[in-house]
Structure formats: structure tokens, C-alpha cells
């Protein structure tokens, strides 16, 4: 099935997942991982210049970028081994930043080179054949030990490295390509995961403070009771307005939990889960009993990784209702081991669908805890019912979406997505969700427009601007990637002129009951054709 807003005569291309790259791309609750990059790497990419260099202006460039390569690398390389788990510390990755630090290979072009500027690359390190100094190392699956070392560099260090960005990102490009190409979207997803721990530690440090927009003041300003201007404006589809009145609500009243809540949940669906859930926490802070805060909150959790401090707040969620909180197992405290915490939300919550099954927050809550537990088919079961039971929910559309892509099962998570869009038009993080779908498969150049799409609406989402750029890459559209480098929307609206106007958005539509069980069993058939969800994606 074609949504309203989808170009070309065929939509779903056959399907390929799982079958040409190590597996299939998970994602969010909400915001779905960066597309894959094909098997065969395209043609290197020649740096774009705006001013001509002289000779000595270049070799004094590369001298000093290579010295910050080497120091970058070795305060990494420092970091990780003091984190005194020994495999880390002997890991092939933590090897290859060292020889990095050691000046033994260098950055440069975005390609890895040895002292004798020859190009190298992981297999040539690591793989057959490769260098005897490293054959007495611990034998670890390079994504896995990958993995491994970027979430602990995560948990322990977050934003000490993420201080001077334009370093980061040409570490991170770097890195990337020596990782190689079959293993890029990996690597894009684990970087993602790195960069946004490390920024949310970054703005608990500066004690969560939200960074209002200049916008907001006219807001301030005015007598008129901003929070119903917000309701006003996003009922209008004005989301951009409607964020400038609720800045201003929660700057002329920090108490007002449901200026926080609304706040923080526009930002979610602008796929900024971190700006959400600082607005979130606020709001939970200042009524601690507003329980779409709370569900909102876990959700966002879920999307930032943060599995534990997802399912405290869904447990809260439970001992804060006025009936769920009677249940046995509510009060007193929660297990501290992960897998402990994650069977006893479970258990609270499938108490809580058992005592009241038509409460669809109880159902989207227990989707939520599944999705962590990566009980997929479960997840899906009870956010289709909560889509049954509140099928104008735009958001228990594109979480039963998210949740189908996770499961491997991409076909089926586009009549969702398209629900939502139907209902808001301008929801940035399902034409975000959509570029993806279509990136896992293969269908590169709609996956280009679709983010373009997404970044039009909300041209502040970093990391779609990171997923375009793969995007244009595996396309060997290198004309468009000094467009993404300016983040010039004007100019890649020109390039791909297929890419929805914000200023012409349809208007949102409302459910009928009749289409919502159309779509659902559209979604079973999909889901059993494409088989059993029971392939569990990498996180």
C-alpha cells in the first residue's frame, strides 16, 4: 500500500533483508539506526576545496592535522585501556587507535594510510594475511568488540572526547572508513549511540539546562496564556510556533508540567530525543504524577539506549496510578541487575493489561518494555491493540512501525508509518523512519528524498544530516555532499525536487474506524509473509 506521500511506481523493491550485509538495520521506539552502505565501496571521494592551496600551505595542514589525529588518539587509547576491562584493552580497535597515536597510520582523505602514505584498511590490519605484530591479540569480532569499546567509552567518558567537534567528526569519518563498507551502518549506529550518551552527560553536567530559542520572547512578552496558544498551533500543524509559545509557557511558569510534557514530546516527534527528555524530566520533577510525562519519558529513554532509566520511570509509571499502583510487585524496590529489572516491568505491566486491557497506555507501556526486552512479536501485539483502542494516536502508529522495522519485518512497518503521516504530516521523525525503511531496502535514491524530506521539516536533527550523507554516498552522489557539508536545504531541495514542501503538507486526517482494521490486517499479512519476527537485529 502507497501512502499519500510516496513518488515512483513501485515502493517496496524486493526485499533483501538480512541476505547482502551482516543483518538488518534496528531502530528506536522512535527514531529508527542509519541506513546500511552497499558491499562494494564506491569510488573514493576527492576533497572539496573553497580556496586553492599552495604546496607549503598544504603540507603544513597535513602536518598539523596529523599531529591532532595522534593526540585525539591517544587521549582515546588512554581512556580505554585504564577502563580496566582487558578486552578492551586488547581489543583489535583500541590496537588500531594506539598505532594511530603512535603516528604508525594517519587520516587522510578520509582513508587510513600508512608512513609511506599507502592506503590501508581493516582486512589489511586484521584480517588474512595481516600484520604478525597483532597475531597474539585476543581474538574478538571486530563489530562486537567494536560495540563493546563505544559503549563503554559511552557509559564512562560520554563528552570528555566530543569537546572540539570538527576533531570528532573527521575521527569518526576516519574510523569508519578503515572499518570498511560492509560494516559502516554498524559503526554509524555505535558512533550515534557514543555522540548522544556523551551529549546528554554533557548537559547533565550543566544541570540539564534547556537552551531556549530567541523566538520564545516574543511569547514571553505577551499576556495572552501561551499554553493555549500551543494547543492552538499544534492543532494547526504549526509545530515551529508552537514551540516558541511552549518555551515561553515553561519560562513564565517552570511549574506548568504540562508546558514541559507538551514541550518535550514535540521535540521527540522532531526526533530530538535529547532535548526531550530534559523537558521531560522537568516536567516529571514539577508533578511528579503526570503520567504521559512519564510514559513519554521512558519512551524517549528507550530511543537514547538508556534501558534502566527507561524501565525506572515506566515502573514509576505504575506505583503513580490510581489503580496499577495496587498492584503486587509496585511498591517497594526494584531489582538492580538489568535482566532482573527488565522480568519485573514486565511482569507489572502484563498485571496491569490482565486487570484493565482497553487502558492503551498500559498496552503502549508494555510494547515499550518488550521492545526493550527485544520480544519483538510480543511488542508488536499489544501497540496493535493500543492502536485499536486509540487509533488517532499518530505516536502508537509509528512505535508499532519502529518496532516492525526492528523486527526485521520492513514491509510491514510502512502501512504504520503511513497511518501516522496521514494523521501529522509534519511528523519529522517517521519521514526520518521512512528514509530508513527504504535505505534496508536498497531503495537508495527515495531513501535520499525522504531524508531531505525530514530535514526540511526540522533541519536541526544532526544525525539525519549523518544518514543522508551515507545515503549520497552509496549513491556515488558526491556532487550533493558539499550541499550536506553547508547543510544547504535550498540546494539539495534543487537536487532532489521530489521532496515534500512544508508550506504544501496535506491536512491531517482522521482515522475511520473501518480503515484502521484495514490496515491492521494489512500489517498481519505483511508481517506473515515476510516471515516470523524472531530475527533479532543488532542494537
Given at each position: 500500500?502507497?501512502?499519500?506521500?510516496?513518488?515512483?511506481?513501485?515502493?517496496?523493491?524486493?526485499?533483501?533483508?538480512?541476505?547482502?550485509?551482516?543483518?538488518?538495520?534496528?531502530?528506536?521506539?522512535?527514531?529508527?539506526?542509519?541506513?546500511?552502505?552497499?558491499?562494494?565501496?564506491?569510488?573514493?571521494?576527492?576533497?572539496?576545496?573553497l580556496v586553492e592551496q599552495g604546496p607549503q600551505e598544504e603540507q603544513e595542514q597535513a602536518e598539523s592535522g596529523g599531529a591532532m589525529d595522534r593526540e585525539k588518539a591517544k587521549e582515546l587509547v588512554e581512556k580505554l585501556k585504564a577502563s580496566g576491562d582487558p578486552k578492551i584493552a586488547r581489543s583489535e580497535?583500541?590496537?588500531?587507535?594506539?598505532?594511530?597515536?603512535?603516528?604508525?597510520?594517519?587520516?587522510?582523505?578520509?582513508?587510513?594510510?600508512?608512513?609511506?602514505?599507502?592506503?590501508?584498511?581493516?582486512?589489511?590490519?586484521?584480517?588474512?594475511g595481516g600484520m604478525e605484530e597483532e597475531d597474539e591479540m585476543e581474538e574478538v569480532d571486530d563489530i562486537d568488540?567494536?560495540?563493546?569499546?563505544?559503549?563503554?567509552?559511552?557509559?564512562?567518558?560520554?563528552?570528555?572526547?566530543?569537546?572540539?567537534?570538527?576533531?570528532?567528526?573527521?575521527?569518526?569519518?576516519?574510523?569508519?572508513?578503515?572499518?570498511?563498507?560492509?560494516?559502516?551502518?554498524?559503526?554509524?549506529?555505535?558512533?550515534?549511540?557514543?555522540?548522544?550518551?556523551?551529549?546528554?552527560?554533557?548537559?547533565?553536567?550543566?544541570?540539564?539546562?534547556?537552551a531556549f530559542s530567541e523566538e520564545s520572547k516574543k511569547y514571553v512578552e505577551q499576556e495572552e496564556d501561551c499554553l493555549a496558544v500551543a494547543l492552538r498551533l499544534l492543532a494547526e500543524g504549526r509545530d515551529e510556533e508552537a514551540r516558541h509559545a511552549l518555551e515561553a509557557e515553561v519560562q513564565k511558569h517552570p511549574d506548568s508540567s504540562e508546558g514541559w510534557r507538551l514541550l518535550g514530546q514535540l521535540h521527540a516527534a522532531n526526533?530530538?530525543?535529547?532535548?526531550?527528555?530534559?523537558?521531560?524530566?522537568?516536567?516529571?520533577?514539577?508533578?511528579?504524577?503526570?503520567?504521559?510525562?512519564?510514559?513519554?519519558?521512558?519512551?524517549?529513554?528507550?530511543?537514547?539506549?538508556?534501558?534502566?532509566?527507561?524501565?525506572?520511570?515506566l515502573r514509576t509509571w505504575v506505583q503513580n496510578h490510581e489503580v496499577f499502583s495496587e498492584l503486587p510487585g509496585a511498591s517497594g524496590e526494584a531489582p538492580q541487575e538489568l535482566d532482573a529489572l527488565k522480568e519485573h516491568v514486565c511482569e507489572l505491566f502484563e498485571n496491569a493489561v490482565r486487570m484493565r486491557p482497553d487502558d492503551p497506555d498500559?498496552?503502549?507501556?508494555?510494547?515499550?518494555?518488550?521492545?526493550?526486552?527485544?520480544?519483538?512479536?510480543?511488542?508488536?501485539?499489544?501497540?496493535?491493540?493500543?492502536?485499536?483502542?486509540?487509533?488517532?494516536?499518530?505516536?502508537?502508529?509509528?512505535?508499532?512501525?519502529?518496532?516492525?522495522?526492528?523486527?526485521?519485518?520492513?514491509?510491514?512497518?510502512?502501512?504504520?508509518y503511513n497511518m501516522a503521516l496521514e494523521m501529522k504530516p509534519n511528523y519529522t521523525r517517521v519521514w526520518s523512519n521512512l528514509a530508513i525503511a527504504?535505505?534496508?531496502?536498497?531503495?537508495?535514491?527515495?531513501?535520499?528524498?525522504?531524508y531531505v524530506s525530514a530535514l526540511r521539516l526540522n533541519p536541526r536533527a544532526q544525525h539525519v544530516w549523518h544518514y543522508l550523507h551515507s545515503v549520497l554516498l552509496t549513491m556515488q552522489r558526491f556532487d550533493t555532499l558539499p550541499l550536506v557539508d553547508a547543510a544547504d536545504l535550498e540546494g539539495l531541495s534543487k537536487a532532489f525536487p521530489a521532496a515534500v514542501d512544508p508550506k504544501t503538507l496535506p491536512r491531517p486526517m482522521t482515522a475511520d474506524p473501518m480503515r484502521v482494521e484495514s490496515v491492521l490486517r494489512e500489517i498481519s499479512t505483511l508481517e506473515r509473509q515476510e516471515g516470523p519476527n524472531t530475527s533479532v537485529p543488532g542494537p
Open positions: 500500500q502507497q501512502g499519500p506521500f510516496f513518488q515512483g511506481a513501485s515502493y517496496w523493491p524486493p526485499p533483501s533483508m538480512g541476505m547482502s550485509r551482516p543483518g538488518p538495520q534496528g531502530s528506536g521506539f522512535l527514531s529508527m539506526m542509519p541506513p546500511p552502505v552497499q558491499q562494494s565501496a564506491p569510488a573514493p571521494l576527492q576533497p572539496v576545496r580497535f583500541v590496537a588500531f587507535v594506539d598505532r594511530v597515536a603512535k603516528g604508525e597510520l594517519e587520516f587522510k582523505d578520509n582513508q587510513v594510510v600508512d608512513k609511506e602514505g599507502r592506503v590501508v584498511n581493516w582486512d589489511g590490519m586484521y584480517g588474512d568488540s567494536m560495540e563493546e569499546v563505544l559503549r563503554k567509552m559511552a557509559e564512562e567518558h560520554g563528552g570528555d572526547l566530543l569537546d572540539d567537534m570538527e576533531d570528532t567528526e573527521k575521527l569518526r569519518e576516519a574510523m569508519a572508513s578503515a572499518w570498511g563498507p560492509a560494516d559502516r551502518s554498524k559503526f554509524d549506529e555505535l558512533w550515534k549511540e557514543f555522540e548522544e550518551k556523551g551529549a546528554i552527560e554533557e548537559r547533565g553536567e550543566t544541570g540539564g539546562q534547556y526526533d530530538e530525543d535529547i532535548d526531550a527528555i530534559i523537558c521531560l524530566q522537568k516536567g516529571h520533577e514539577v508533578d511528579p504524577y503526570n503520567l504521559e510525562a512519564l510514559l513519554a519519558l521512558g519512551v524517549s529513554l528507550t530511543n537514547e539506549l538508556d534501558a534502566s532509566q527507561a524501565l525506572q520511570h498500559a498496552r503502549v507501556a508494555l510494547g515499550v518494555v518488550h521492545h526493550i526486552r527485544r520480544s519483538f512479536a510480543a511488542a508488536t501485539a499489544h501497540l496493535m491493540e493500543a492502536a485499536r483502542l486509540r487509533p488517532t494516536d499518530f505516536t502508537i502508529w509509528n512505535k508499532l512501525g519502529a518496532t516492525l522495522a526492528n523486527a526485521g519485518l520492513t514491509k510491514a512497518a510502512l502501512p504504520a527504504n535505505a534496508n531496502m536498497d531503495n537508495f535514491p527515495e531513501a535520499a528524498r525522504l
